[in-house]
């Protein structure tokens, strides 16, 4: 069994203001730096395999800073990206709300399965991110590793360690940097609609 430290992501403008980020590249503001650097000296004493991260700057970056701690090199890999919210990046949620009122309506009664314009369901992430982590699970058994990634894309997989449905996942997301410790066992099974 391999035990995964996910980390959300520092701080960003985008998160203050509401916006939705997906995979589009907004960066760490100060505060999310400061914070990369707080959660680094708190867990700078435990002993991880590696860590792993998103592409995306904000999640790179919040690696980076938390690797300098603890003297590992950060891998990226592009699985661990943010949910791809298509046409609704970049978007406060009231204009998303408004434009797109009747999708949004389905979106928040199915989250499962329906998309924005050009985006993936919260199962594509599930399956992506499960790809992940089952592939770390094998390269590194039986040891801690670090992934810093997204809030929806971390919570997807709070949910199958725990055993919820992927639908659950907006009320798991954890806040900017804050730690969420979690078993894995290689091929949790997924359950699609």
Known sequence: MT???????????????????????????ETGRAQARDLGEK????????IYSSDL???????????????????????????????????????IKTRYAKMWKEHRKDPENV????????????????????????IYPDS?????SHGLSLATMICRSQGLPVERAYEMIP??????WINWENNIS???N
């Open 57 to 95: 700057s904000r999640a790179r970056e919040t690696a980076e800073i938390i690797a300098s701690f603890v003297n590992l090199p950060v891998s990226l890999d592009a699985r661990l990206r943010e949910i791809n919210q298509g046409e609704w990046e970049g978007k406060h949620i009231s204009e």
């Open 144 to 148: 801690s590793v670090l992934i810093v």
């Open 43 to 50: 867990i700078q004493n435990n002993s991880f395999s590696a």
């Open 115 to 138: 998309h924005s314009p050009g985006g993936e369901t919260i199962n594509e992430v599930s399956q992506r991110m499960s790809s992940a982590l089952n592939e770390l699970s094998r």
């Open 190 to 192: 997924f359950s699609a």
């Open 3 to 29: 035990r995964f430290c996910l980390i959300r992501h520092g701080q960003t403008n985008w998160n203050i203001e509401g916006r939705y980020q997906g995979q589009s590249d907004a960066p760490l503001n």
């Open 175 to 180: 806040a900017n940097t804050d730690p969420v």
